[in-house]
């Protein structure tokens, strides 16, 4: 199993990326998908999730309304559009895939900066 995330990079504040999580070992429409984010000396944090279709993804608070993810299986790839960054989204995102079954797994991970 594999996950390759990218799309990270500096972006001015206001600004807009978008991350892509491209897997390859399992299905990522069996899997619940999420983006996490971590940042020195702080705990991992779960930043938005997408399970199956027609389940409304989850958000955390500080993404609401900025962030969407979502799940293109004929490419097998998870994204995050991330609109109207703030200097406090900074941090590197991991992309994650879950399943009672299987247990979790992690990609390596893309730095998101966000600096004037």
């Known amino acids: 199993v594999k996950l390759v995330e990218s799309g990270g990079g500096l972006v001015q504040p206001g600004g807009s990326l978008r991350l892509s999580c491209a897997a390859s070992?399992?299905?990522?429409?069996?899997?619940?998908m999420s983006w996490y984010r971590q940042t020195p000396g702080k705990e991992r944090e779960l930043v938005a999730g997408i399970v199956g279709a027609g389940v409304i993804p989850n958000y955390a608070d500080s993404v609401k309304g900025r962030f969407t993810v979502a799940r293109d299986n004929a490419k097998n790839t998870v994204y995050l559009q991330m609109n109207s960054l703030k200097p406090e989204d900074t941090a590197v995102y991991y992309c994650?895939?879950?399943?009672?079954?299987?247990?979790?797994?992690w990609g390596q991970g893309t730095q998101v900066t966000v600096s004037s």
């Open positions: 070992g399992l299905t990522v429409s069996s899997f619940y």
């Open positions: 994650s895939a879950w399943r009672a079954i299987s247990g979790g797994y």
